[in-house]
């Protein structure tokens, strides 16, 4: 196992600049799309709970994007922290993506994690909502992959 599956800094406790840079990784991650990449980010036991959906360890998550990122064409994910204290996060995300008929959807969320010692998260619970909007609606139009710092955030957006 490499240093990378093991740990993950920064670690808990976290401090506000701590935070948001784990938030920050964890937008670049889910961005790159790559489920096996994003799977590391947690324990090998880690827990989920997606919408409705309830998951536990890595197999899991890898099979639960990959899913998720087959349906959700062309997504682009932006977090911004909300709180955070000693080993716990919480974050707020919207989302952009259309399905396979062409339909846009931005979704929008919450999130609370809960970090392990060594930086991996092992808990995650997730509430999301998903609202139709015209392509002409869109706000996020970089490239695919990480969004440019100079791209505003969720509150610069109005979200």
Not at 54 to 71: D, H, N, T
């Amino acid at each position: 196992m490499s240093e990378l599956e093991r740990s993950r800094p920064p670690f808990p406790p976290f401090s506000r600049e701590s935070a948001i840079t784990k938030v920050r990784m964890a937008e670049d991650a889910w961005n790159s799309r790559d489920p096996e990449k994003v799977s590391l980010a947690y324990t090998p036991d880690s827990q989920w709970r997606n919408r409705s959906e309830f998951l536990q360890g890595r197999e899991q998550i890898v099979e639960f994007l990959s899913r998720k990122w087959a349906r959700e064409l062309e997504y682009r994910l932006i977090k911004e922290l909300w709180a955070w204290q000693d080993n716990r996060i919480a974050v707020r995300f919207a989302y952009e993506w259309h399905d396979d008929s062409g339909q846009w959807y931005r979704s929008y969320g919450n999130e609370n994690w809960e970090f392990a010692e060594n930086g991996l998260m092992r808990l995650r619970i997730a509430s999301i909502n998903d609202l139709p909007i015209r392509e002409a609606d869109r706000k996020y139009h970089w490239q695919q992959g990480r969004r440019p710092d100079a791209h505003p955030g969720l509150t610069k957006l109005g979200f």
